[in-house]
């Protein structure tokens, strides 16, 4: 399955050329007449200035129209407690980032519960998706390209595996990490207690406990650690468990109801779910268009030195696109890319 590409280049009027991108990769044909369509995007995380452009999605809000679909905006509520975890604040970030183009709906309701569970494949026997995104007709998944602590990278698969499930189904896939504290390092200072957001971690006679089945596996407690005492283990466990959602949010839609946008531009250090995401670290790269996620997440992949992610992170940026594939997920890990020139 192809992808179609154009290079990022500001001597160009983008949002003309972004429309040619659409012509060309036929974009909104996945949309009939009267389909509820989920414009699925990541607002940001309040104050992160690096999400997709709303002028953007203002104009794919248009294409949706023109194309016969109702479309509306999407996007589920963290596990983690900030400025996105219930529906409310949610609305709200996504209002004062100017997502405001067309009705928000928020995936998985006011307190992240609504959920449809179903059978995946993979490392998940089965996941939560939100229920707004198991009842919409077609989706279009807006993705902004970045590393990411956990998973490398987040592009397209994570839109739809970790994006498109409730708050129940990303805790699911967090839990395939491990976390290990090692007690001879531990000098029971008790900031790894104050980073968790939960404040999970136990202090117990001087050294630090987590036993919580609440425990997300973030890496708050690991990086706010003084010692090094806090591990995260098993990370490449993350990425298989995004591509098993992943299939289990497809599983919810007609074949060929869902279509791909990839905005690989502001790539930062960490992803849209923090305030302050870090430096860019590379060049503005350009804007994907394919029907696959495997194809668009992998195109972009080939068009960078994602070592700088792979390092960075100690786990593999491919490992979530292989494993897609591997399921089932239609779409080329080499994928042929032609170029909207
Ligand atoms: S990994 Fe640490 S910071 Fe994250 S939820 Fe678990 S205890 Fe809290
Ligand atoms: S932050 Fe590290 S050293 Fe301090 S209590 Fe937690 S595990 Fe122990």
Avoid at 241 to 260: E, N, Q
Wanted: proline letters at 4%.
């Amino acid at each position: 399955m192809s992808v179609h590409f154009i290079q990022w280049n500001t001597s160009h009027d983008m949002l003309k050329e972004v429309n040619r991108l659409y012509d060309a990769a036929g974009t909104f044909d996945c949309i009939e007449k009267g389909d509820l369509v989920a414009v699925k995007l990541h607002v940001g995380e309040l104050g992160n200035p690096y999400h997709v452009q709303p002028f953007f999605v203002h104009d794919i809000v248009r294409r949706v129209k023109e194309a016969g679909g109702k479309p509306f905006l999407t996007d589920s509520t963290t596990y983690y407690c900030a400025q996105r975890n219930n529906g409310y604040d949610h609305t709200v970030t996504a209002l004062m980032h100017g997502f405001g183009m067309a009705p928000f709906i928020v995936a998985d309701g006011l307190r992240g519960e609504n959920a449809r569970l179903v059978k995946t494949k993979g490392i998940l026997k089965e996941v939560e998706v939100a229920g707004v995104i198991a009842e919409a007709d077609a989706m279009i998944v807006v993705s902004h390209n970045k590393g990411h602590e956990l998973s490398g990278f987040g592009g397209a698969i994570k839109n739809l595996g970790m994006g498109c499930t409730s708050q129940a189904g990303k805790l699911r896939q967090h839990r395939t990490i491990g976390l290990e504290i090692d007690t001879s390092k531990c000098i029971g200072c008790g900031k790894c207690k104050d980073a968790c957001s939960m404040h999970l971690p136990e202090i117990i006679e001087g050294k630090a406990r987590n036993t919580s089945p609440l425990c997300m596996r973030c890496p708050m407690c690991s990086e706010a650690c003084p010692t090094g005492a806090i591990k995260l283990t098993d990370k490449n466990n993350l990425c298989r468990a995004l591509a098993s959602a992943a299939y289990g949010v497809l599983s919810t839609f007609r074949k060929g109801k869902v279509s791909y946008v990839s905005f690989a531009k502001d790539i930062t250090q960490y992803c849209d779910c923090l305030p302050n995401p870090g430096e860019r670290v590379m060049k503005d790269v350009g804007i994907f268009a394919s029907n696959s996620p495997v194809s668009i997440d992998a195109a972009f992949l080939g068009m960078i030195d994602y070592k700088i992610f792979n390092d960075a992170y100690s786990v593999d940026c491919m490992l979530q696109v292989k494993e897609a594939k591997n399921l089932g997920i239609e779409g080329d890990t080499a994928p042929k890319i032609n170029r909207i020139s």
